[in-house]
């Protein structure tokens, strides 16, 4: 069974992996055993990681949607911990259509902020609407890197990971997250990068097992990696897994945001409407919905 939703927010283990001189002389945290691929098994498994959450379902879904109550929680290097929260929903597991909503506090109806994002192989898009703005707008490549909010670390391209149809190669496999794993290169196509002039390629880790991802660094020819996201800890809940915890960290400003899965709801009708670019500033009402806390 694939892992529900990485999600997402979703990429830290401090393991051992020497690092092509290309990326810089960084060590990857991988270490131990796990099968070494052949390029066909790897050109494989890296397929079967992009149809399982590339793919858009041909058919109508119904009592499969999703939603979590989720908090960022952002570790300056020196100063106190700031709280956001926020909704992550979809309409049916695994699904390329996610909504993420900003919330003034847990219960919150009115959202400060609602993005929708839609994986696709090659052409992903994404839109927000802001409470008080001018409606909602599409987002461009260049907008994915920027945070959801000021002083949070995650970002939509984390979601969207459209590095993954960039040229790759197969670096080896180990254990990343007390995990068996395999770590890939991606190299942007274009120098320098539409999403980032400093973005030189990303190195992805997939789990053997369940093809998530457990590590993304993004590499931009420094030593470390200037950002990192790496899954924390996993739960079943019923028949889907679910991520609890996802961090990400920022080299240069060295904070630390942990996405903390707080309660889930599962086999939901949710409206259509909430996950098409003009149905944004429709709010997703929470009082009717029975959560399960973790």
Request: proline share 5%.
């Given at each position: 069974m694939?892992?529900?939703?990485?999600?997402?927010?979703?990429?830290?283990?401090?393991?051992?992996?020497?690092?092509d001189t290309s990326f810089g002389q960084a060590t990857f945290p991988a270490r131990g055993f796990?099968?070494?691929?052949?390029?066909?098994?790897?050109?494989?498994?890296?397929?079967?990681?992009?149809?399982?959450?590339?793919?858009?379902?041909e058919q109508t879904v119904h009592h499969q949607a999703y939603l979590y109550r989720f908090q960022f929680v952002h570790y300056p290097k020196s100063a106190s911990p700031v709280i956001h929260h926020g909704l992550l929903s979809g309409p049916y597991p695994n699904a390329?259509?996610?909504?993420?909503?900003?919330?003034?506090?847990?219960?919150?109806?009115?959202?400060?902020?609602?993005?929708?994002?839609?994986?696709?192989?090659?052409?992903?898009?994404?839109?927000?609407?802001?409470?008080?703005?001018?409606?909602?707008?599409?987002?461009t490549s260049k907008d994915w890197l920027l945070s959801w909010s000021k002083g949070?670390?995650?970002?939509?391209?984390?979601?969207?990971?459209?590095?993954?149809?960039?040229p790759f190669e197969y670096e080896k496999s180990g254990r990343v997250?007390?995990?068996p794993a395999h770590l890939f290169v991606f190299t942007s196509p274009h120098t320098p990068s539409q999403f980032s002039p400093s973005m030189s390629g990303v190195r992805l880790a997939i789990d053997d097992t369940y093809?998530?991802?457990?590590?993304?660094?993004?590499?931009?020819?420094?030593?470390?990696?200037?950002?990192?996201?790496?899954?924390?800890s996993f739960k079943k809940i019923e028949d889907h897994w679910v991520v609890k915890a996802i961090d990400s960290k920022d080299r240069d400003s060295r904070s630390r945001t942990r996405y903390e899965l707080k309660a889930v709801a599962h086999g939901l009708d949710l409206s259509p409407a909430v996950f098409q670019p003009n149905g944004l500033s429709q709010p997703i009402i929470q009082s009717s919905i029975s959560f399960r806390d973790l």
């Open positions: 694939k892992l529900f939703q990485w999600l997402l927010f979703i990429g830290s283990s401090s393991l051992l992996f020497f690092v796990s099968a070494i691929l052949d390029d066909s098994e790897a050109e494989e498994r890296l397929n079967t990681f992009r149809d399982a959450f590339f793919t858009l379902s390329p259509i996610i909504r993420v909503d900003l919330l003034s506090n847990p219960l919150g109806i009115d959202s400060v902020a609602s993005f929708l994002l839609i994986r696709d192989h090659n052409n992903s898009k994404a839109w927000r609407f802001k409470k008080g703005g001018a409606g909602t707008e599409v987002l949070i670390n995650h970002t939509p391209f984390d979601l969207l990971m459209p590095f993954i149809n960039w997250c007390g995990r093809y998530a991802p457990l590590r993304i660094e993004y590499m931009d020819g420094g030593i470390l990696p200037s950002r990192t996201f790496s899954l924390q």
